[in-house]
């Protein structure tokens, strides 16, 4: 959790995440990280298995058929494409689950 804590509040794209700007305490994002989360992964890079971000459906709603996708990786030259790729398999899992 220490790692998703550090990437959603010391990331220079982190005010654009989902606590948009907001910096939580450690104990309040451990204790909501999942509230209105439907599903939460983590982004790995496949060949070291090192953590590279997270990847979350949120805001579920069945009835209108709509939710929201949040993708944060970290910001350095061996992410870039990522986000797309990551985004891309997000939505996918989304619809077809």
Do not use: K
């Amino acid at each position: 959790m220490s790692f998703a804590f550090h990437l959603a509040t010391n990331d220079p794209q982190a005010w654009r995440w989902r606590y948009r700007g907001a910096i939580p305490t450690p104990s309040d994002f451990e204790r909501n990280f999942y509230a209105d989360v439907a599903s939460a992964f983590v982004v790995v890079n496949a060949s070291n298995e090192e953590p590279l971000g997270i990847a979350l459906i949120y805001s579920l709603n069945m009835r209108d058929q709509h939710a929201y996708l949040a993708v944060q990786l970290r910001t350095n030259d061996d992410t870039v494409g990522r986000g797309v790729a990551t985004t891309y398999l997000l939505a996918r899992y989304a619809f077809r689950c």
